[in-house]
């Protein structure tokens, strides 16, 4: 598919996909088969597309969102406006902000339906797997697949970015026994998500923190959820079936969840004190350090230095966390042993010092950044769509050589 670069969110066009036709045999000259690529692991460091909504520069640290600094956004920006920016290429106008924010609030609820499924889900079940069903059942409900119409397209926008965080909330209710709270009209986004899940106005100050942690965790380039993603959306299927398929990818331990597992490194660390002879004996065992480390930065994340600031915001004006301290001081301890390699903390080393602050059930937080990365997910589904083709990498047989098939009387018994 070919979209038209710059298009408004009214006047997205997105022409239809070529007719596929053969072509004509001996028109022109076959290609000479190019020589395989070397295998990469994970394709690591492997270009897999053209894209121009993020870049990271992992030398100096430095994370940009359609070539605005993270930093920018994360100290005057809003969630919605740095969506719209992710999405549509520019930061809106006044109007077009506030139509934006008026879809979206227009668009939270969700069906009785949906309501009713959930209540189905078993009450232990994590609540990433009830976040990809349901995530998924929207396209039951808006099941006409119109790509080239932009009107769809900006339709599915909204509803995604609507009401991922209205299902993460509700699920939460019912899986403690209790019917999900609707959404509230006069609060803002961030708002009303806090206010739907502990079921009660947040403070602003909480708010606009929750906010922020959600322009840090929008967009962070080509990871395993965004090519997930990517590849899903390469098929020309509908959006809500590309972020099930994204949900489901952040739902492994090796992607989403590792601020979870900070926090319980940190408690059993336990003390400031002990944070050097654990260190020291983790490193020995080499055992993974949660929080520290990523394949894109070679200095301390940027989300990260971000974070460790609305974590001190928070404790000013709701106490301070102990383990605030034992983080802080394995920090610098680390930064003398694992600082030389280019190992530094990364966006969950105080993300989740952050959410627990606020109040957010562990098993909670890879959802919220699900609810986050909708927004780049989405940008993706539409840059896909501009210049798509679907993806089908090749791979490196290791199997055995041909084979001749025996009829089971004859085949040597099992070892």
């Known amino acids: 598919m ?64 359609r070539g ?16 719209h920016l992710l999405i549509w290429g520019q930061l809106p106008t006044i109007f077009q902000l506030r139509d934006f924010e008026r879809e979206v609030q227009m668009h939270r609820r969700v069906s009785f339906r ?27 409900f808006y099941s006409r697949r119109a790509l080239d119409d932009p009107k769809y397209v900006f339709d599915a926008v909204v509803r995604l970015i609507a009401k991922i965080p209205t299902m993460v909330a509700a699920f939460q209710l019912i899986r403690k026994g209790q019917d999900p709270i609707q959404p509230r009209d006069d609060l803002a986004y961030s708002a009303n998500f806090l206010y739907m899940l502990t079921e009660r106005e947040p403070d602003p ?29 390469s098929t020309l299927t509908d959006p809500y079936a590309v972020v099930a398929s994204a949900v489901g990818t952040l739902a492994g331990p090796l992607h989403g969840g590792a601020n979870e597992d900070v926090l319980e490194m940190l408690e059993q660390i336990g003390s400031v004190e ?31 230095v971000i974070l460790q600031g ?57 959802p919220i ?19 798509n083709r679907i993806y089908r990498p090749t791979q490196i047989y290791t199997g055995s050589g041909e084979r001749s098939w025996l009829p089971l009387e004859n085949r040597p018994a099992a070892v």
């Open 2 to 65: 070919a979209a038209k670069s710059g298009a408004s969110p009214h006047q997205n066009e997105v022409t239809p996909p070529e007719s596929g036709a053969p072509p004509v045999r001996g028109a022109e000259p076959m290609p000479t088969p190019a020589a395989p690529a070397p295998f990469r692991p994970g394709l690591e460091g492997v270009p897999a597309t053209q894209s121009a909504i993020c870049d990271i520069d992992g030398q100096r640290g430095l994370l940009t969102y």
């Open 68 to 83: 605005y600094p993270l930093e920018q956004l994360a100290s005057n920006s809003s969630f919605l406006e740095t969506a």
């Open 114 to 140: 949906i309501r009713d499924m959930m209540k189905c889900f078993p009450a232990g079940g994590h609540p990433m797997d009830a976040l990809q069903a349901s995530a998924a059942s929207l396209g039951l």
């Open 205 to 233: 100050v909480a708010a606009r923190i929750f906010d922020s942690c959600l322009i840090l965790h929008a967009e962070h380039s080509l990871n395993a959820s965004t090519f997930s993603a990517r590849v899903t959306a």
């Open 274 to 304: 002990a944070v050097e002879p654990w260190l020291d004996q983790a490193i020995k065992a080499k055992k993974k350090i949660m929080g520290f480390g990523h394949r894109e930065y070679k200095v301390k994340d940027p989300r990260a």
């Open 310 to 366: 609305l974590a001190e915001d928070l404790f000013l004006r709701f106490g301070h966390d102990p383990m605030y301290e034992v983080a802080r001081r394995m920090e610098a301890v680390a930064a003398e042993r694992l600082g030389p390699k280019g190992i530094y903390p990364n966006v969950d080393f105080y993300s989740g010092l952050v959410y627990r602050k606020l109040g957010i059930p562990r098993d909670l937080f890879t």
């Open 369 to 387: 950044f699900a609810i986050a990365r909708t927004a780049g997910w989405l940008a993706h589904w539409r840059e896909q769509l501009g210049a």
